[in-house]
């Protein structure tokens, strides 16, 4: 029961941690593979496989981010 309660508490802790400073990581790498195609055009398929990987990380950490909230929610709604 305690590390049930511990891990809630845990995921309470996650939940409600803004994850702008990710987001803005991921903006800027993207930045960065796109001003690098400009220097380097010849590598425009390896900084745009690079972009796309960075796009779906940052789509995995959103929505885990949001199942997260919904579940920690449900959970105080419930009153767990």
């Known amino acids: 029961m305690k590390q ?3 891990q809630q508490h845990y995921d309470q802790l996650l939940a409600e941690q803004d994850l702008t400073w990710a987001l803005e ?3 800027k790498q993207i930045q960065s593979h796109l001003q690098a195609i400009k ?3 010849h590598e425009r398929a390896t900084f745009n496989r ?3 990987l960075n796009e779906q ?3 995995r ?3 885990k981010h ?3 909230q919904i579940r920690v929610s449900l959970q105080l709604s ?3």
């Open 4 to 6: 049930v309660r511990h």
């Open 25 to 27: 990581w991921f903006e």
């Open 39 to 41: 220097c380097w055009p």
């Open 50 to 52: 690079l972009i796309a």
């Open 57 to 59: 990380a940052k789509q």
């Open 61 to 63: 950490m959103i929505e």
């Open 66 to 68: 949001n199942a997260l």
């Open 78 to 80: 419930q009153g767990r």
